[in-house]
């Protein structure tokens, strides 16, 4: 069974930093190391977006709004994301997931991030 685990959330106030992780289980090594992983976040009242995706190279890309502050890891011998979010503004705010390309029916119960001003 595929599960993914979102966790490090919290409050913080805007400039402070926190780094997300994604564990995923049920999947195969190579499943996990040859597709891309993305953080998804959703705004309170919001449709989700897409936050930042990172490739099997490593490369990774970001929403405009995230760029120069987030930056998206992987370690794939432990199948896990990262996003380490840094100078955190009040609309970073929201539930942040992490999804595989191959199940993106799939979400987890995500992981939650408060940012007061």
């Known amino acids: 069974q595929v599960r993914l685990m979102e966790s490090g959330g919290g409050s913080v106030q805007a400039g402070g930093s926190l780094r997300l992780s994604c564990k995923t289980s049920g999947i195969i090594l190579s499943a996990f190391s040859g597709n891309s992983m993305s953080w998804y976040r959703q705004p309170p009242g919001k449709q989700r977006e897409l936050v930042a995706t990172i490739e099997k190279s490593g490369a990774t890309n970001y929403a405009d709004s995230v760029k120069g502050r987030f930056a998206m890891s992987r370690d794939n011998a432990k199948r896990t994301v990262y996003l380490q979010m840094n100078a955190l503004k009040p609309e970073d705010t929201g539930v942040y997931y992490c999804?595989?390309?191959?199940?993106?029916?799939?979400w987890g119960q995500g992981t939650e991030v408060t940012v007061s001003s």
């Open positions: 999804s595989h390309p191959s199940y993106r029916h799939l």
